[in-house]
């Protein structure tokens, strides 16, 4: 230690979500897709404290009835099977956002691992693994999911997992998380493969890194603004996918979700479009936001891209 | 705003000789960035059959001019006042349909990378007649014959055959010329040529200059030049103008700016070309050998797969030298000719197929890599590019130290190791806190070098370490590496395609071709009495001979 070492001063370093900071700073597109997933996370959080109601709650149909219209009691009606709307909304951003956050979380571990490993090496594990891949990128998933939805709830019948809570939500989330990691690691490997012959990675090399540092210092943290814009992304089409599921009544009958609001209720839609038309909007605005918030990481990443 | 007033004192000619008149031209930059203008007052005349050079390093805005003729201008960059005085008419006001018709027939321009300036789904036959549909020139048989006059006059090889070529095919002197044809083709009175010849090697920029000027002394035209290379000027210029920072800072002849430079920023830059050294330099003598290579060889295999047939290039073909301590290596070629792959090879960044490197007394060639990695320590690399040698995520600090902690230093010895170093290399230890983005081109090959000393290392390869600055720069962080060296009595082994800047730093130098050492041994000899053909042609084709033999290297008043 010398005296030279005492003269370290703090220097402020940049914000640590740098790439998250320029998205809300420079676009607008950003901030627009940051306000409605902020909006959907919050009342992910919040909203049931608003409802006195519990989600699967039908006492409704003593006092009002089904497909009732607005009131002081229900704010936004009631729908087909005597649920209140808004409740049912409120609970259905939960379920939303642990699909889309869930599904991403598996596919993301897995996609940046498996491109990982298929960009720094090369060659014939690279070959095997993108071969592999491609096998994700090409079978029909939701007939799939489907069909393991279906024979799962089935074969479980009778066994310990039959009473466990979300069973079905939880296979939902493994199989879109288990099909959607395809895409992120094909852009994990072409980030690798171009970052990887960079002279910095070279310097690291000759400054004797193992090949772990310098997978995890050098090239994954130059790879990450790229791959956290086909997350945002992702988290979109998950949510979407779910609902897609449950709207082919696939779902999981425990839980709430805009999907299964949809499917209750379309054959009413002219009775009371409400009930279909609220969900429908929820989930509109949850992948919009999602999307344009990919849309905003997509041009902080690419800052010659934003000077168009 | 002195120096253009002395331009048109000194200038005073009749306008009939002026072919395109630039009046008081100012662009402005967008907000933000490091100036309000990229030109600005900027009066230039250009005149018949002349060919004016624009000269100035990267950003003094001599590629804004040239593209503001051709209304080229991105969006962003609008020209604000002045004027662009051609046949009559102001090219800035003309609307676009009539500046079309001009564009190509009667101002044609070529750019730096022929690759991406040809469009590489179409042959070269149809690029070139393309231009004269485009204006409605001829019928197909007329245009085709006329494509193959063209390329004919620019010199392509199999005419016939060329026209129905691919750019792929071509190499980068061929596409240049393929290029070239397109902006003749109709016979244009001005040609703007903005960097033609900055991406080829020597030996073909001096084909591709002495075409231009054989052609405009041909056809009469009227050439406007862009380069930052004061060689290219003193081959090609009849007049030059340099600019710095948007400013037109001197206009003259060639002559009278290359050797009576008036501007203090000409002089600097006039100083700072490298110059052709014939004498010796006085490196240490009689120091141990650091680094012994024999007979090095690597093959790249591509291809090999089940249905291609495995394609081999030999980068580097028996190759054997010798460095001494304190003594600096320089090794010379032009593109593909095995330079960086040895450099690579002797930072086992690449395995070799063949030979010996013998280090610190062991033999590291075939060394795998954990029994290599006691030896990494004592040969360290300076990188090309600046902008992609530091990773942009991590501080000066981190960049520097990442390397002795690996070794197992501890964190406080790396860190005032560090600025220790950085002070060496003449940064100030603030440095150390600071990423990498916050500094210029020239500071960061400086920490480049920072990080390389970190080790201590015996031997430090610098592979085209220069060649991405400016030359005003090159100057000064060639100087940085002979101070380093006189300090830590480090061996050098400097790559390099530039035969001036060998000639002043090294002690030695290799001549590579396609894999080979054609000739070796001190500057002087390589460089002024050329043994092997090969290096002759090389040398033969340094541009701007006349300039940088004359002087011994000192700045001129």
């Known amino acids: ?308 | 705003m002195n120096a253009s007033a002395q331009i048109e004192r000194s200038d005073v000619i009749s306008t009939d000789d002026v072919i395109l008149a630039i009046e008081g031209l100012n662009v402005s930059l967008p907000a933000g960035m490091d100036r309000d203008h990229a030109v600005r007052d900027i009066s230039v005349e250009l005149r018949r059959g002349e060919i004016l050079c624009v000269i100035g390093e990267s950003g003094s805005g001599k590629s804004v001019m040239s593209n503001a003729v051709m209304g080229l201008l991105p969006p962003q960059l609008k020209p604000v006042a002045g004027r662009i005085v051609f046949d009559g008419r102001d090219l800035l006001t003309e609307p676009p349909e009539a500046l079309r018709d001009l564009r190509g027939r009667a101002i044609s321009m070529i750019f730096q990378d022929p690759l991406s300036a040809l469009n590489p789904l179409m042959t070269v036959g149809d690029q070139i007649a393309g231009v004269m549909r485009a204006h409605g020139v001829g019928t197909a048989q007329t245009r085709r014959a006329r494509a193959l006059e063209l390329v004919r006059e620019v010199g392509l090889p199999d005419p016939e055959l060329m026209l129905l070529q691919y750019p792929f095919r071509l190499s980068g002197g061929q596409r240049q010329r393929v290029m070239i044809a397109m902006a003749l083709a109709l016979e244009p009175q001005i040609l703007i040529a903005d960097e033609p010849t900055t991406a080829l090697d020597v030996t073909t920029q001096a084909q591709i200059l002495e075409l231009i000027r054989d052609i405009q002394r041909r056809k009469g035209m009227s050439v406007m030049f862009v380069t930052h290379d004061f060689g290219v000027v003193s081959e090609i210029a009849d007049r030059v103008l340099v600019m710095e920072k948007g400013h037109l800072v001197e206009a003259g002849t060639v002559q009278k700016v290359l050797t009576r430079p008036e501007h203090p920023y000409t002089q600097r830059l006039v100083a700072a070309v490298p110059r052709m050294r014939g004498d010796t330099r006085e490196g240490m003598q009689g120091t141990p050998v650091v680094l012994k290579v024999e007979n090095l060889r690597k093959v790249y295999r591509s291809g090999g797969g089940f249905l291609s047939k495995e394609r081999r290039v030999v980068a580097v073909d028996d190759v054997s030298f010798e460095l001494r301590k304190g003594r600096t290596l320089g090794v010379v070629g032009e593109s593909g000719s095995g330079k960086s792959s040895l450099g690579k090879l002797l930072m086992k960044l690449i395995d070799c197929d063949g030979g010996r490197i013998i280090l610190n007394g062991a033999d590291v060639a075939a060394m795998p890599e954990a029994a290599f990695r006691p030896y990494r320590k004592t040969i360290q690399m300076v990188f090309q590019d600046p902008f992609a040698s530091l990773n942009p995520r991590h501080t000066i600090g981190r960049i520097l130290t990442a390397g002795p902690v690996t070794y197992g230093e501890t964190p406080g010895v790396a860190r005032a190791a560090a600025r220790r170093y950085l002070d060496m290399v003449g940064l100030s230890a603030s440095a150390f806190d600071r990423y990498p983005h916050e500094f210029s081109g020239g500071q960061r090959q400086r920490i480049g070098i920072a990080r390389a000393l970190m080790f201590d290392p015996q031997v430090i390869v610098a592979d085209e370490a220069i060649s991405a600055l400016d030359v005003s720069i090159q100057a000064q962080i060639l100087k940085l590496f002979a101070d380093v060296q006189a300090e830590t009595k480090v061996g050098l082994v400097f790559i390099t395609h530039d035969l001036r800047v060998a000639s002043q730093i090294c002690d030695e130098v290799l001549v590579m071709h396609k894999g080979r050492v054609v000739e070796s041994g001190p500057p002087a000899q390589i460089f002024l009495s050329p043994g092997d053909d090969y290096t002759r042609r090389l040398v033969a084709a340094i541009p701007g001979a006349e300039i940088t033999l004359s002087h011994d290297g000192s700045p001129q008043p």
């Open chain 1, 1 to 308: 230690m010398t005296s030279m070492n005492d003269s370290i001063d703090p220097v402020a370093r940049p914000a640590r979500f740098g790439l998250f900071g320029r998205c809300l700073r420079t676009s607008m597109t950003g901030r627009v897709g940051f306000g409605l997933v902020m909006f959907v996370v919050i009342v992910a959080i919040f909203g049931p404290l608003l409802t006195p109601y519990a989600p699967k709650d039908q006492s409704a149909m003593y006092a009002v009835g089904a497909n009732a219209r607005p009131s002081a009691d229900h704010w936004l009606g009631t729908d087909r099977l005597g649920y209140d709307i808004l409740t049912q909304l409120l609970y259905g951003a939960r379920t939303a956002l642990v699909v889309g956050l869930g599904a991403v979380l598996i596919s993301g571990c897995a996609g940046i691992l498996i491109g990982g490993i298929a960009g720094y090496r090369g060659g014939w594990t690279d070959e095997v693994l993108m071969r592999f891949a491609e096998f994700f990128l090409v079978v029909p998933i939701f007939i799939i999911i489907l069909a393991v939805v279906r024979v799962l709830s089935k074969a479980v019948t009778g066994t310990a997992f039959e009473t466990m809570p979300y069973f079905n939500l939880t296979v939902i989330i493994l199989m879109i998380g288990l099909f959607g990691w395809a895409p992120i690691a094909r852009m994990t490997r072409g980030e690798f493969l171009r970052i990887k012959t960079l002279e910095f990675v070279q310097a690291a090399r000759c400054g004797g890194q193992s090949g772990r540092q310098i997978v995890l210092s050098e090239i994954l943290p130059n790879a990450f603004p790229s791959i956290v814009v086909l997350i945002a992304l992702e988290i979109g089409g998950a949510i979407l996918a779910e609902a897609m599921i449950s709207f082919l009544g696939f779902g999981d009958p425990n839980a709430v979700s805009w999907g299964q609001m949809l499917y209750f209720n379309y054959q009413s839609l002219k009775i009371w479009p409400m009930a279909s038309l609220a969900p429908g909007f929820m989930i509109f605005i949850t992948v919009l936001g999602f999307n344009l918030l990919a849309d905003g990481l997509s041009d902080a990443a690419n800052p010659r891209a934003r000077r168009r």
